[in-house]
């Protein structure tokens, strides 16, 4: 074996063999992973207790190599106990399904294993990624704006605080915060917690995140953050910018986009729209108009990722200000963006990144784009916001299910009320009896393997479920089964 | 094709049509981007300025779906031009290659597409991360250390940054740094950009990071880092942080970690070492000296992506401190880490990351171990020095190679010295004509697809090229090729 530690290219006899060993996986990962385990007939998990998958599983780093069978069995164990997240019953997160142009993508990004810095090294996904990204901006309204590719939303929405303090006060760059202002941030108490990480990590701290109020459908209440930014303008701190949330990650509600940017441009405050979840909305001509007002944004938050089924991760930052992103990041390093290539440099992105060496997410994204068209992802879109008003429809129809209130996107909020706690709705205790029915039902489901979804408290609610349906293979017979069988798991609670 | 848009689940044309696809697909990067796109006898890169290979692609996305054999030609042509960083003869960057077990590891990662978070939802990439963290802290020095997962280097040492800045001054995650004094770091003139980059992005300002002069190997100079130390004090200004390089980018020199700890332990100072470089000698009983010292560290970043050739990408966080990465971190997000549980949910590791959704970058890594065992690391990492110092031997026998330095690492610094301006060196425009060569033999090299080795300036010293062999399949022969190609390059300029 020993011959088989080191990199392949020096003798034909290791080149043979591995090449043996990577048709054996694709092929192993072609039935197991991606068919097997996306058919209906085959369990979403087979949960096992951490202790107790530890001890199944063999993890330990050892000395010796292991031998190409040891480590097929390794994949095997590995796609065995993982969740299926491309199951169709995989409907427990903000992701799911299994794109086969997505997965296509992410193959042949891993065999070219590109670093995203120059045009020298990456010249193909270099010039993909001012595509896509002057696509994207087209699209969401910035004609001249300009983009950049993110290690997921967080990071995404971090970057954009990063922009708007720079906008208002450049010097915090060279100098650091001790020379502005008390500087706070606007978001809506429904706003995904990176916001306050983000907050933190800059320096900014999460207590000058100030929260705002929502309505009852989730909505940040634009009235109430006006009086919000003049009351922190008499405090003497300086109000810098407003973070509304196209698709909030629970309820998925959409935040008034104009009365916000009205509320900015009266206070000349940086806007900026966290569409992670919601941005792929735009491809549809049936429902982009939940995104009416992004055009005013300063700044949008998209991840692919997400609503679109592209492959984890694929997350982008677009900016309506063409050259800000450069200014704020950049930092010259000579051993990298030499100026002196003999190409035109300017399409050396790099430096304009926080990240040096970085993955290249765009190519899956691209080829699901080119394989699909934008009418694919545009009926994909429609599918989803009909397979929503499906499930919201046949909730209605079942004494069992009660709607958190009415889905405004793909979020269908609920609570599985079991026929023990029908009729008790009034209750002192009855908040409390039902906050444990859905950790109950969880537990259920994952230990029979035969469906995942997300339940969650939000403010006072006690616990309920999220159907979050991202994958346009879902079928009305699939919600049928998800109905019943959390009637199956939840009646006799 | 319209029933092939949407995702792949709901009829079984439409499976084997995507079967047969992803069998295409694997098929053909096998073949042309693993196989031919690494044999010495193909080129590195078929360069096209930018422009030129826009007009050459097919990059605008459309309204309407490609057919399969138009996605199959797009594929094609991203491989045929990207840049073999797989090739023997890249050498361009801090990675290169392809291991066989590492792009296995990509593919089944992307096969089940996992986002890290929750044991609900990655259970078996959940314990990996956990039993590979703890086995590098144990390599590290940190029997009781932490560690984390990072997007890259750059946002490894933002977050180390980070957490120096909660250990003294904890208010600032809630209240900003309006609370705290103004904060200096320490770093030295040759440590990555990065630290700038982060140190603009926490809000301490790229100017608060003292820059420490190194010593004409490339070294922090330790007594000049104590001198700093004690200015910024009288300044008022509070040093808090000092960041260590084990391996710097240009020069591959490793800085006196003992002194810099002393330093460290006698101001109170958090001691953080961008082992990013340099970090997989550890692997080499032979090398793992030059570490010494790095069990003083209050934390590391290590990047098997970069000396272990592990792919793009695989950053980790090391930390002394067992408690201070999600204390510093969390935000206690109810809707993700649910307290009711039916597991123990102390292994939800979330809450501990700036990211939320995020790649599982631990399989390809685990893998590649499993695959070679720790003694493949070594045996990797020893033939790397061994060819490094043929390369350094190779270059002192060759009139026209002039070293810029003894090499301490992989890093072999190098002035080609062709014919014209040999014996010229007392001349005032010597440096000036010198500069201009290497860019030169750059784009010579890049038309001709030939080879690809960086250059740049450092300092005050003209351009030079920098070996960097991370592929232990770089044989002597394809040494003896470098050198005779860069003859060949260089020799009439």
């Given at each position: 074996?020993?011959?088989?530690?080191?990199?392949?290219?020096?003798?034909?006899?290791?080149?043979?063999?591995h090449?043996?060993?990577?048709?054996?996986?694709?092929?192993?990962?072609?039935?197991?992973?991606?068919?097997?385990?996306?058919?209906?007939?085959?369990?979403?998990v087979?949960?096992?207790?951490?202790?107790?998958?530890?001890?199944?599983?063999?993890?330990?780093?050892?000395?010796?190599?292991?031998?190409?069978?040891?480590?097929?069995?390794?994949?095997?164990?590995?796609?065995?106990?993982?969740?299926?997240?491309?199951?169709?019953?995989?409907?427990?997160?903000?992701?799911?399904?299994?794109?086969?142009?997505?997965?296509?993508?992410?193959w042949?990004?891993?065999?070219?294993?590109?670093?995203?810095?120059?045009?020298?090294?990456?010249?193909?996904?270099?010039?993909?990624?001012?595509v896509?990204?002057?696509?994207?901006?087209?699209?969401v309204?910035?004609?001249?704006?300009?983009?950049?590719?993110?290690?997921?939303?967080?990071?995404?929405?971090?970057?954009?605080?990063?922009?708007?303090?720079?906008?208002?006060?450049?010097?915090?760059?060279?100098?650091?915060?001790g020379?502005?202002?008390k500087?706070?941030?606007f978001?809506?108490?429904?706003a995904?917690?990176?916001?306050?990480?983000?907050?933190?990590?800059?320096?900014?701290g999460?207590?000058?995140?100030?929260?705002?109020?929502?309505?009852?459908?989730?909505?940040?209440?634009?009235?109430?953050?006006?009086?919000?930014?003049?009351?922190?303008?008499?405090?003497?701190?300086?109000?810098?910018?407003?973070?509304?949330?196209?698709?909030?990650?629970?309820l998925?509600?959409?935040?008034?986009?104009?009365?916000?940017?009205?509320?900015?441009?009266?206070?000349?405050?940086?806007?900026?729209?966290?569409?992670?979840?919601?941005?792929g909305?735009?491809?549809?001509?049936?429902?982009?108009?939940?995104?009416?007002?992004?055009?005013?944004?300063?700044?949008?938050?998209?991840?692919?990722?997400?609503?679109?089924?592209?492959?984890?991760?694929?997350?982008?930052?677009?900016?309506?200000?063409?050259?800000i992103?450069?200014?704020?990041?950049?930092?010259?390093?000579?051993?990298?963006?030499?100026?002196?290539?003999?190409?035109?440099?300017?399409?050396?992105?790099?430096?304009?990144?926080?990240?040096?060496?970085?993955?290249a997410?765009?190519?899956?994204?691209?080829?699901?784009?080119?394989?699909?068209?934008?009418?694919?992802?545009?009926?994909h879109?429609?599918?989803?916001?009909?397979?929503?008003?499906?499930?919201?429809?046949?909730l209605?129809?079942?004494?069992?299910?009660?709607?958190?209130?009415?889905?405004?996107?793909?979020?269908?909020?609920?609570?599985?009320?079991?026929?023990?706690?029908?009729?008790?709705?009034?209750?002192?205790?009855?908040?409390?009896?039902?906050h444990?029915i859905?950790?109950?039902?969880?537990?259920?489901?994952?230990?029979?393997?035969?469906?995942?979804?997300?339940?969650?408290?939000?403010?006072?609610?006690?616990?309920?479920?999220?159907?979050?349906?991202?994958?346009?293979?879902?079928?009305?017979?699939?919600?049928?089964?998800?109905?019943?069988?959390?009637?199956?798991?939840?009646?006799?609670l």
């Open positions: 074996m020993g011959s088989m530690r080191k990199n392949w290219f020096h003798s034909l006899p290791n080149e043979a063999l090449a043996e060993f990577l048709q054996d996986v694709s092929k192993l990962l072609l039935k197991e992973a991606v068919f097997a385990g996306t058919q209906r007939k085959n369990p979403v087979r949960f096992h207790d951490p202790d107790h998958l530890y001890d199944l599983l063999n993890l330990t780093p050892t000395e010796k190599p292991a031998t190409h069978t040891e480590l097929l069995k390794a994949i095997c164990d590995t796609i065995n106990f993982s969740v299926k997240t491309g199951h169709p019953y995989f409907i427990n997160q903000l992701f799911s399904s299994v794109d086969p142009y997505g997965l296509a993508g992410q042949v990004t891993d065999a070219l294993n590109p670093s995203m810095y120059t045009y020298e090294v990456a010249p193909v996904f270099t010039l993909m990624e001012a896509v990204l002057e696509e994207i901006c087209q699209l309204g910035f004609p001249s704006g300009d983009g950049m590719f993110c290690p997921g939303g967080s990071f995404a929405n971090g970057t954009a605080i990063n922009l708007a303090r720079f906008k208002y006060f450049p010097d915090i760059k060279r100098d650091g915060l020379c502005a202002p500087l706070v941030m978001a809506s108490e429904d995904h917690y990176s916001v306050h990480k983000m907050a933190a990590l800059l320096g900014l999460e207590q000058n995140v100030c929260s705002v109020q929502t309505d009852k459908t989730g909505r940040m209440d634009s009235l109430y953050l006006e009086s919000q930014v003049q009351r922190i303008i008499a405090t003497g701190a300086v109000p810098f910018m407003v973070v509304a949330t196209a698709g909030t990650t629970v998925g509600a959409f935040d008034p986009l104009p009365a916000i940017a009205d509320v900015c441009t009266k206070y000349n405050l940086w806007f900026h729209v966290d569409a992670a979840w919601g941005g909305l735009l491809f549809s001509r049936t429902h982009h108009h939940k995104l009416i007002g992004l055009d005013r944004a300063d700044s949008v938050v998209w991840n692919p990722h997400k609503l679109l089924a592209a492959p984890q991760q694929c997350s982008m930052l677009l900016v309506r200000h063409p050259n992103i450069k200014a704020c990041h950049a930092c010259n390093a000579t051993y990298l963006f030499q100026k002196d290539k003999f190409y035109d440099v300017s399409i050396d992105f790099g430096d304009k990144y926080l990240q040096c060496g970085r993955r997410d765009v190519f899956k994204f691209w080829f699901m784009w080119k394989a699909k068209g934008s009418i694919g992802f545009e009926e879109v429609n599918a989803l916001m009909d397979c929503a008003s499906y499930i919201t429809t046949s209605r129809q079942r004494p069992s299910f009660k709607l958190v209130l009415e889905p405004e996107f793909i979020n269908v909020c609920f609570w599985y009320i079991p026929q023990s706690l029908q009729g008790l709705q009034e209750q002192p205790d009855f908040n409390e009896k039902l444990k859905a950790p109950r039902m969880k537990e259920l489901m994952m230990r029979k393997g035969s469906m995942m979804i997300s339940y969650q408290p939000l403010q006072s609610l006690p616990n309920f479920f999220r159907f979050v349906v991202q994958n346009s293979g879902v079928t009305h017979q699939d919600v049928d089964y998800f109905l019943d069988e959390l009637d199956r798991l939840g009646a006799d």
